[in-house]
């Protein structure tokens, strides 16, 4: 790491003009790499004139994901021109929102991976990432449009399959024009500039705005690339909605909620203010179970009364719920200490599945010098993800019966 020059660290991160790398800074200790980038104004220099005027923020940093072992932090002193309505229509992946705290690229690794059905805390392990930060980006997700829904759905700036769309490295078919005439511009500018990595990020990120401005037309297209333009969105529908606020007080998840078990990181100042309340008279010493649920009620009559304001708090308690229902279907995985668990992580039994989630936990399990622990973090996986893993647990379950 401490060998690669700024241009070998814009290739990696994907940066390009007109941004370049100004210094980097390693942190052995902490494992922690800083990137300073800057704008530099092409197209106007003039020895009359600053290259490069900046604006009246502070300089601005954000989280991005790991590179090697190192957390890795982008940041940068703004230009006029950096988070400019221009930019934002099309902005690089490896910049943030100006209050975010994280990378495009960060957000949009997130909520692909929760697009999967995996949790916060299997992300936060696949990512080496904090759990509080993946709890941030989800939540703050729940909140956005449709299209900007679909946006994190697609494959991101760094994914080969761009690359591979400009350099006819996989079959890739349309019938629209203006897609025809932008790749074939794209590809005549990576030919004559292919000296020049900038030149080709910039085109993938081109192409992919592309994508996500004309939608309408791309079903096909989308299809190519792995995306269902119609039935992804369909999963954050209505019905989903009632669903959630027609469980009683009874239900557990409000005990839970009231007791301190679970947060669920609201951005409402006024729902946290009245779970706050609420936890005081809950918590108090004598409370029958009648009592309990009276204050259960109230919290889920405020949540009714507020739904339209209260979506992304109503998202989580629904995927809360969720993994509350499957602790029943827990009875039947093989104990914690059974033998299969550590044969998994051995190879000594090996079993076919397409969760990229599990194959991915896997080779992290095999690395760990602890087989014990790499067992149990096998186990873990398997404990919160049992709904979608049936194939898998068959297969498990057969080679407990072949073994006896």
């Not at 690089?92 to 690794?109: N, V």
């Not at 029943?328 to 039994?349: C, D, F, K, Q, R």
Request: hydrophobic share 40%; with cysteine.
């Amino acid at each position: 790491m401490d060998r690669l020059n700024r241009r070998e660290i814009e290739q990696i991160l994907g940066i390009y003009a007109p941004f370049k790398v100004k210094d980097v800074s390693l942190d052995n200790e902490k494992e922690v790499l800083t990137v300073q980038i800057e704008e530099r104004n092409l197209k106007y220099r003039s020895p009359f004139r600053s290259i490069n005027k900046k604006s009246n923020l502070e300089v601005v940093s954000w989280q991005h994901t790991k590179t090697g072992r190192f957390s890795t932090i982008i940041e940068i002193e703004p230009t006029v021109n950096t988070f400019s309505k221009n930019r934002l229509l099309n902005p690089p992946a490896f910049l943030g929102e100006k209050d975010g705290g994280y990378t495009y690229h960060l957000q949009q690794t997130v909520l692909q991976a929760s697009s999967k059905k995996l949790d916060s805390e299997s992300i936060s392990t696949l990512l080496s990432i904090d759990r509080p930060l993946i709890n941030q980006i989800i939540a703050e997700s729940n909140a956005q449009q449709e299209n900007q829904q679909l946006h994190s759905l697609l494959p991101l700036e760094s994914d080969p399959i761009w690359r591979a769309i400009l350099t006819h490295e996989i079959s890739f078919k349309t019938n629209f024009s203006a897609l025809k005439f932008l790749i074939s511009r794209l590809e005549f500018a990576c030919v004559n500039k292919k000296d020049e990595p900038g030149v080709i990020q910039d085109s993938v990120a081109t192409l992919r705005q592309f994508f996500i401005k004309n939608k309408a037309h791309l079903k096909s297209e989308y299809a190519q690339i792995g995306v269902n333009v119609e039935s992804e969105p369909k999963k954050v529908q209505a019905p989903q909605t009632k669903k959630r606020v027609s469980l009683t007080a009874e239900h557990p998840v409000w005990d839970s909620i009231l007791s301190g078990d679970i947060d669920l990181l609201s951005k409402s100042t006024a729902l946290n203010l009245y779970i706050m309340q609420l936890k005081s008279l809950y918590r108090k010493d004598g409370n029958s179970t009648e009592d309990k649920i009276k204050i259960a009620k109230e919290l889920l009559f405020y949540m009714k009364k507020n739904i339209a304001k209260l979506k992304p708090e109503l998202v989580s308690i629904s995927r809360i719920v969720a993994q509350m229902g499957s602790t029943n279907a827990e009875e039947s995985m093989p104990a914690e200490n059974h033998p299969i668990w550590m044969n998994l992580v051995s190879g000594e039994v090996i079993i076919n599945s397409k969760q990229m989630a599990y194959k991915l936990l896997l080779v992290k399990a095999k690395s760990n010098e602890d087989p014990q622990v790499a067992a149990e973090l096998i186990r873990q996986y398997f404990t919160r993800n049992i709904r979608m893993l049936d194939n898998e647990l068959s297969q498990i379950k057969q080679q407990i019966a072949i073994a006896s």
